[in-house]
């Protein structure tokens, strides 16, 4: 399953964030894969697409983020899949 992952950098601070990847890295359990992601203009929010079995790993992932960041996580599927599920309505 796929899912974006909208990340609000709290108080906007990007360069805490940036920090602490670069010193760690993304931090994500074996099982989550990181697909792509896209940042605002104002360094304030990214979106990403990340992908996993058992949803349980993105919790997992979100403890190492989660004092310097705020998420919503939205399960997605590809605008293929989409066609083919709307296909089968009509």
Same mark, same amino acid.
Request: hydrophobic fraction near 40%.
């Given at each position: 399953? $796929?899912? #974006?992952?909208?990340? /609000?950098?709290?108080?906007? &601070?990007? $360069? @805490?964030?940036?920090?602490?990847?670069?010193?760690?890295?993304?931090?994500? =359990? +074996?099982?989550? !894969?990181?697909?792509?992601?896209?940042? +605002?203009?104002? #360094? $304030?929010?990214?979106?990403?697409? #990340?992908?996993?079995?058992? =949803? @349980?790993?993105?919790? &997992?992932?979100?403890?190492?983020?989660? &004092?310097?960041? &705020?998420?919503?996580?939205? =399960?997605?599927? !590809?605008?293929?899949?989409?066609? /083919? @599920?709307? @296909? $089968?309505?009509?």
């Amino acid at each position: 399953m $796929k899912y #974006m992952i909208i990340e /609000k950098f709290r108080n906007g &601070d990007a $360069k @805490r964030v940036y920090q602490r990847y670069f010193e760690k890295g993304r931090m994500a =359990p +074996d099982g989550l !894969t990181y697909i792509e992601s896209w940042v +605002d203009e104002e #360094m $304030k929010m990214c979106f990403q697409i #990340m992908e996993c079995q058992d =949803p @349980r790993m993105i919790n &997992d992932w979100i403890e190492n983020w989660q &004092d310097i960041v &705020d998420f919503e996580i939205v =399960p997605v599927i !590809t605008s293929e899949e989409a066609q /083919k @599920r709307i @296909r $089968k309505m009509i």
